[in-house]
């Protein structure tokens, strides 16, 4: 059986990279194409875990439309899925590569396995565009890859038959521990040991990422203000890698430069991330990632967002919904400075970094 595994994006890698390995380490016949959906952050990782892609597609462009880079996606595809006729496409989560590929290979009749599958909102705005990327392509789907119970009941509930469904957990707990592994969180890398030097190890650190686009105005604007109460604390300090997107740098520049105690940087790799999320005392964050991701070293997150897919992570206490509104943010961030919640003995939601290995178990059955 022949395997063709497809990503675009750095989360996308990030969770795919363990079952590549997985692939690699059960011999299995495959090629990994690359669409390129981000370019420079997706490199960062592909790097790092060591991917060699057989196609990249190189597609990003500045400002590229939603219907452009998904029309150049499903085009793009045709031509490398004719060339390579694999038995299985296998996608992940909810980018526009995962619904495009997955319509592809769908038009030449080619079975699709959805890795992260099963997640939902059921409000096709929020998050947007993903929520509506996560169900079409279950609906193409052949096999299915749950990383939760409650991932699997909302395929039940659409109609998809059980025998199609595997509950495996999430690979990105497999890749944390990895990358955690690799490199004992990078702690000789310069990119990290800039980063400490300019960290003052009286403060309590709170790490921020943002970048939903369903935020970007007001929603930003009333985060960023936030954040500035928030760091008028003399015992915190903010640290924001800003996403590139030229749409939210701009408000962070009208919003945040000047405050003391809030340290802008670039975007940056994910072991400089994972030992982040180690070192953090909060964390505020709009990401689906990082709802994932912090668990696995016991951490609290402040979702500035009214809906998420990863519910698993709020009823275990990890995660708390906070929207976009500014005083309930603040509140919310006082209370977990000042009385943070014990979540040492709570078991990871998301699973216990075996995902990629029941993943290709259950390939290796078909």
Not at 34 to 61: C, G, S, Y
Not at 179 to 202: H, M
Request: hydrophobic share 40%; with cysteine.
């Amino acid at each position: 059986m022949k395997f063709l595994v497809c990503f675009g994006t750095r989360p996308e890698a990030i969770k795919m990279a363990p079952v590549i390995y997985q692939l690699k380490q059960r011999g299995l016949s495959f090629k990994i194409c690359v669409t390129a959906q981000h370019r420079e952050m997706l490199d960062q990782v592909i790097d790092f875990f060591e991917i060699k892609p057989d196609f990249d597609l190189n597609l990003m462009e500045p400002n590229q439309s939603l219907n452009r880079l998904s029309a150049r996606i499903l085009t793009t595809m045709d031509e490398v899925l004719e060339q390579e006729k694999p038995d299985v496409v296998l996608v992940h989560g909810d980018t526009s590569t995962s619904a495009m590929v997955a319509l592809a290979a769908f038009h030449r009749q080619i079975k699709v396995g959805h890795v992260e599958a099963g997640l939902r909102t059921f409000n096709k705005a929020a998050p947007f565009p993903e929520e509506m990327n996560r169900q079409l392509t279950g609906r193409i789907t052949d096999f299915h890859f749950a990383p939760t119970a409650l991932a699997k009941n909302n395929l039940l509930k659409e109609n998809i038959r059980g025998n199609q469904i595997y509950l495996t957990g999430n690979t990105v707990v497999d890749a944390i521990k990895w990358a955690a592994d690799k490199t004992s969180f990078a702690s000789g890398t310069k990119e990290i040991n800039d980063l400490d030097e300019q960290l003052d190890p009286k403060k309590k650190l709170i790490l921020f990422t943002g970048h939903r686009r369903e935020n970007f105005g007001r929603g930003f604007e009333s985060i960023f203000k936030a954040l500035r109460k928030i760091g008028e604390r003399e015992d915190v300090e903010i640290l924001y890698p800003v996403h590139p997107n030229p749409n939210l740098k701009s408000s962070v520049t009208q919003f945040l430069k000047d405050d003391k105690n809030i340290l802008l940087v670039p975007p940056l790799s994910y072991p400089a991330m994972v030992w982040l999320i180690k070192k953090a005392g909060l964390i505020i964050s709009d990401s689906g990632g990082m709802q994932e991701e912090a668990p696995a070293f016991k951490k609290q997150v402040l979702v500035t967002r009214e809906l998420s897919e990863r519910m698993e992570g709020v009823q275990a206490g990890f995660s708390i919904l906070v929207g976009t509104d500014t005083e309930r943010i603040v509140s919310e961030a006082n209370k977990a400075l000042d009385n943070p919640a014990d979540l040492s003995g709570i078991e990871n939601p998301f699973g216990d970094g075996k995902a990629s290995e029941r993943i290709i178990d259950a390939l290796m059955g078909l």
